[in-house]
């Protein structure tokens, strides 16, 4: 009786085991179509915005700046960027008057050396909070930067996708 | 005709001199380190997080070093200084490419360039070698200027006023470069024989001591109408002191490809002091 009884509990095991891999690939499956579903509820936003900033300190070659944005999404700005010889490069957050950041690293690049000096770059949107937690997207900006207070004025154009 | 009658000059110059007798006296025996040695500190009150004036000092011993000319220098400061983010170089100092060909140039002090231009002020020693064996030291002042961003290259402009005993006002060019951790840029300046110079005279120099953000650089903006003079915020510190402390290099070249180098280290001033809070 007893190794008849050990045989069938061993079958039961396997039986479990399958069942159990059954529903585990049942689910991976839905779990991998989960992303395609979401993705199509995906929202673009094409939005065009004007940022006033001023120096809020220094450290070193980096610089912290705060201030305000206005345009498709009006809201405030905070700025971590990392002032190069040729480039200027940093993480901009953006948080909208109406709920949810957007976080992005922007690359600049100053075209003249006077004490308000031009620049331009590209921005690419690295994540988000709120409605904005899957935010994806890219964009240009330019602006201009007095190199005496850091007071910057910039105006960036970006396609959003969250 | 122009270029003759600069030659004479000089050659006059050079011969009233060694009539004087002025000859090198002033040199200091030789380092028992390389022929190059680099230095570099901040301001004695300098804090963690606060800007203040970064003194280099580049010292080379002749005897020790190539007999031709230097014609290059590269000093590179680290990554974490804020040179860029400081308050030096509002203004930009343009001059005609042909002054750095002809390195000596006639013109106004800072060239007639802004006084927002200016980046660092210091000093030169040469040792002027003439063609007979006598050897004269030249004592100058220098001044290192932003000059214009330049396909994607950002300029700057040095000039070199000797004091004495010459007294020639020479203009080189440079520029700042980004370059590899643990540097965060370099300043390079190009420094070309002076044209008639070659066939009178070996110029070596010996000392350079140059205070970038130095506390004798004074600014002009307008205020309410009035031209008003202010000393512009030096070298910005990080609040965090780089690990085995701040890290300099200095690579020259000479006009026979030869190059030498050396670095430094400045330790750490100490952190910034917690302002008093009144309560």
């Known amino acids: 009786m007893q190794p008849q009884s050990l045989r069938r509990r061993g079958i039961f095991v396997v039986t479990a085991a399958l069942v159990a891999l059954m529903l585990a ?66 993480t901009v957050t953006f948080h909208s008057s109406g709920g949810g950041t957007i976080t992005m690293n922007a690359v600049g690049y100053p075209q003249s050396a006077s004490t308000v000096t031009r620049f331009s ?27 005496k207070t ?3 004025t910039v105006r960036a154009t970006a396609r959003l996708t969250y | 005709m122009r270029t003759d009658s600069r030659r004479g000059a000089v050659r006059a110059a050079l011969i009233a001199l060694c009539a004087a007798g002025a000859l090198a006296a002033a040199i200091g025996p030789a380092s028992a380190a390389g022929p190059v040695r680099l230095s570099a500190a901040f301001d004695s009150d300098a804090a963690l997080g606060s800007a203040t004036a970064l003194e280099v000092t580049l010292q080379l011993d002749p005897r020790r070093l190539t007999h031709a000319p230097l014609n ?42 802004s006084p927002n231009a200016v980046m660092a002020l210091g000093t030169a020693l040469a ?52 370059v590899r951790a643990p540097y965060g ?34 600014y002009y903006e307008r205020r309410n109408g009035r031209r008003v003079a202010y000393h512009p915020d030096g070298v910005q510190l990080p609040i965090a002191c780089p690990a085995r402390g701040f890290r300099f290099r200095v690579r020259i ?11 430094a280290v400045t330790p750490c001033p100490p952190t910034v002091a917690a302002p008093a809070s009144g309560l």
């Open chain 1, 25 to 90: 690939l049942w689910a991976g499956g839905v779990s991998s179509a989960a992303p395609s579903a979401h993705a199509a509820k995906r929202k673009t936003l094409n939005l065009t915005d004007t940022a006033y900033l001023h120096l809020t300190r220094k450290n070193g070659n980096v610089i912290y700046e705060k201030g305000t944005a206005s345009g498709t999404l009006p809201g405030t700005v905070t700025a971590r960027l990392v002032t190069g010889v040729t480039k200027v490069s940093g």
């Open chain 1, 121 to 147: 770059g590209n921005i690419a949107v690295r994540k988000g909070t709120g409605r904005f937690r899957n935010a994806l997207g890219s964009g240009t900006f330019s602006g201009t930067a007095n190199r």
């Open chain 1, 150 to 152: 850091w007071a910057i």
């Open chain 2, 72 to 113: 290059e220098v590269r000093f590179a400061y680290p990554r974490s200084l804020g040179i860029v983010s400081s308050g030096l170089g509002l203004a930009i100092c343009t001059r005609p490419e042909t002054d750095f060909i002809k390195v000596l140039i006639a013109g106004p002090r800072l060239g007639g360039c």
């Open chain 2, 127 to 178: 040792l002027v070698e003439l063609t007979n064996g006598q050897v004269i030291p030249e004592y100058a002042t220098v001044t290192l200027m932003l000059g214009p961003l330049e396909r994607g290259r950002q300029g700057l402009v040095v000039f070199v006023d000797g004091t004495r005993p010459f007294g020639a006002k020479l203009a080189f060019a440079g520029d700042v470069r980004d």
């Open chain 2, 185 to 218: 840029g370099e300043l390079v300046v190009r420094m070309p024989a002076v044209p008639g110079l070659e066939d009178l005279a070996t110029v070596s120099l010996v000392e350079l001591r140059i205070s970038i953000g130095s506390h004798a650089i004074r």
């Open chain 2, 253 to 263: 070249g000479f006009s026979d490809g030869s190059r030498q180098s050396a670095t």
